[in-house]
């Protein structure tokens, strides 16, 4: 069983589009097939100043030898922030790998369920659960002032985040997005919450 399920372990093509049922993947070229380990994704989403950045620490230190959480803003980079369709694929193949050792991800980052579940590496992951953590446009406002120059938060670019925060509030029960607001709830009782979240769907 390879690590990049793209790649058929008995030929060696590459998928563009994998061929999954149930837990095995299957060659177009060879018909070899395969198991993999098929587990749910955790996307904690949301917009920039919500506390996802904070959180992901947190939620480390509590799932350690259970989960594995990441920011996705470590891949941002190069030509990956010139093609955000890749950026995603890119980060889907990566959990997808992390998966294979038995371990669920938490993928920490600005994502919405239309960026993940139109691609083809979707369909590595049983299901993907998002959360999204929002706040109000004043304190999001004001944290991202706050921020480091080199973090380049100039007013289109916040004007940008709370249009964002404002959809995702919008249209989280059409999307099927959970929402916890942390306009004035601390990191602890945030990570409460969202641990609370993850254990309840992570698989059995």
Known sequence: MGLDLRICPACGDRADRPVVSGASLSCRRCGH???FRRLPLFALTGPSGAGKSTLGPLLADRFAGEVV???QDVLWTGALRDDVAAFRAVWLRMAAMLHQNGRPVVLCGT??????EPLPERAFFSEIHYLALVGTPESLTRRLRARPAWREWDEPRIAEMLEFNDWLRKSAEELGVDLVDTTEASAEATAD???????TRLPT
């Open 69 to 71: 959480v990441l920011e």
């Open 111 to 116: 994502v919405a369920p239309p960026e993940f």
């Open 33 to 35: 097939r395969w198991p």
């Open 193 to 199: 919450h969202v641990e609370k979240w993850i254990r």
